[in-house]
């Protein structure tokens, strides 16, 4: 419809959603492949991608996989001509096991390499890469350490962070801390993008002590939370490149559409004024 193709200057694709098992080991197209070029075609905007199983934070046990990714990858790079590429900062395959969602990492040297050499695998078919953080529910070390240890993680050329606001707010509440002091520690030299969303609590029957638990689940409006850190941090990040209103399909009903086009309008409103000043 009309927000689809005139409200962004460009389009996300998460590149799982256009890839499925072929009769082999490799991926194939599923067919969205087509309708997102042609879209951007009739368009004329550009594609970035945002992965979530990637595996970044995981030891390459599995070079098979691995090489089955960038295969993929690569696939659709030829055809989206991706401005850059993200994908969530994680563990995705302990021990063989496939995980829907990325679970944390240690904040070590050690770990910071193997997702660096990660990153640096993907720059061999996509110059731009980076990572994003993400929303975890146990944490392996202190979650106000992790913004330097990020750091360490994109230390090389052309490598960078996308940095996901209502992740740092989702955490702020379920562990505790400040989330404007988690963003000060940030390198926010090194943010080439900012999503924006918002996102839902859990049920109490989830857990025996009912404990209500914030959800990344892009099934809402931004909260003004949300809002205010997106305005803090903006003039801060020199390397931006783009902005990125997260949605989950599925969860837009039609009184949900005009809400949604006033926060796409927002944005653009807020990034004008802040490069303006």
Not at 74 to 81: E, K, L, T, W
Not at 118 to 143: C, K, R, W
Not at 184 to 211: A, N
């Amino acid at each position: 419809g009309g927000l689809l193709r005139d409200g962004p200057d460009y389009f996300e694709i998460a590149p799982e959603t256009v890839w499925m098992p072929g009769p082999g080991e490799d991926f194939i197209a599923n067919g969205f492949h087509h309708q997102f070029k042609k879209l951007g075609e009739e368009t004329g905007k550009a594609f970035v991608a945002h992965g979530v199983g990637f595996n970044l934070g995981g030891v390459c046990a599995d070079p098979e996989r691995r090489q089955r990714w960038l295969t993929a990858m690569r696939m659709s790079h030829q055809i989206f001509d991706f401005q850059w590429y993200t994908d969530h900062l994680g563990l995705t395959v302990p021990n063989g096991e496939e995980f829907l969602l990325p679970i944390g990492l240690p904040y070590t040297h050690e770990s910071a390499r193997v997702v660096a050499d990660s990153l640096a695998s993907m720059q061999t078919i996509v110059p731009d890469v980076g990572l994003e953080n993400s929303v975890f529910y146990f944490h392996l070390g202190d979650p106000l350490a992790e913004p330097e240890w990020i750091a360490r993680c994109i230390a090389a050329p052309n490598t960078h962070l996308l940095l996901d606001l209502h992740n740092v707010y989702t955490t702020a509440l379920n562990v505790g801390y400040d989330p404007r002091e988690y963003i000060d520690r940030m390198p926010l030299d090194r943010v080439i993008e900012i999503h924006m969303s918002g996102g839902s609590w859990s049920d109490p029957g989830w857990l025996k002590s009912q404990k209500l638990v914030r959800l990344d689940s892009h099934d809402e409006a931004i909260p003004e939370e949300v809002w205010a850190l997106f305005e803090q941090v903006l003039p801060r990040c020199p390397a931006l490149r783009g902005v990125t209103l997260e949605r989950m399909e599925g969860t837009l009903a039609e009184p949900d559409v005009e809400r949604l086009t006033e926060e796409l309008h927002r944005l653009r409103r807020t990034v004008e004024l802040t490069h303006a000043r």
